[in-house]
């Protein structure tokens, strides 16, 4: 089966820029995830989707980052404006239901704000 | 709050030999056990599981140990293998309706 997909794999932008991440879940999976992984730590969730229903955000800052999951398959997660602090690696994942099934995680988005 | 902590960043071993990561954890309401592993410019991969009421779980050279008393989670890998060489993160969950939460990681190196 075809992985989880993410583009685009690096991006460098000036701070106050928008920038938007994509991603592409393994088919049939329910549930979509979006990670934040800093250097050195752990991936620490953003938002979690169950279909096209944002059912975990609370750890999201509303503020500058919004998600959406039209049609409960692609999702995208934008930051707008981006600060110096959001440099970091942006991770998809997907599962088939909840934590009750093992995440399947893309390669992630390297994002660089300058 | 690290609810998840894995205490040592890094573990070098020799090929042949055994690996062992070690987590822990403080609260006492998690009731899965997982370790996924990256390689560099990966993303995370399931490794193995644990069930809160189990003890030891074993897939191939992969075996995972619970202390609940302890609040002690361990990986041992056997015999490690170049391959191995990543970085492993242990995570856990509640059912009711909590979120998966990662350690900061630990890098294995296996030399040759």
């Known amino acids: 089966e075809a992985g989880v997909v993410q583009s685009p794999r690096y991006k460098i932008i000036e701070k106050k820029q928008p920038v938007a991440f994509w991603c592409n879940p393994i088919s049939g999976h329910n549930t979509l995830y979006w990670y934040l992984q800093n250097l050195g730590q752990g991936p620490e969730l953003l938002i979690r989707y169950e279909n096209e229903e944002a059912v975990d955000d609370s750890q999201l800052p509303k503020d500058r980052f919004s998600a959406e999951r039209l049609k409960g398959v692609d999702s995208t997660l934008k930051i707008q404006p981006a600060e110096l602090g959001d440099s970091a690696v942006y991770l998809c994942?997907?599962?088939?239901?909840?934590?009750?099934?093992?995440?399947?995680f893309g390669n992630g988005t390297r994002l660089t704000v300058t | 709050d690290q609810q998840v902590k894995q205490n040592s960043p890094s573990l070098s071993v020799q090929e042949g030999r055994i690996s062992i990561l070690n987590c822990d954890y403080t609260n006492s309401m998690f009731d899965y056990f997982l370790w996924y592993k990256k390689y560099p410019a990966e993303g995370p991969t399931f490794l193995i599981s644990i069930s809160s009421i189990k003890d030891k779980n074993e897939d191939g050279r992969f075996t995972v140990f619970l202390n609940k008393s302890a609040k002690h989670l361990s990986l041992h890998i056997v015999p490690s293998q170049p391959g191995d060489s990543a970085v492993y993160f242990c995570?856990?969950?509640?059912?009711?309706?909590?979120?998966?939460?990662f350690g900061e990681g630990t890098q294995l190196t296996v030399n040759p």
């Open positions: 994942a997907s599962s088939l239901e909840g934590y009750n099934s093992p995440l399947h």
């Open positions: 995570a856990a969950y509640r059912n009711s309706g909590s979120r998966l939460t």
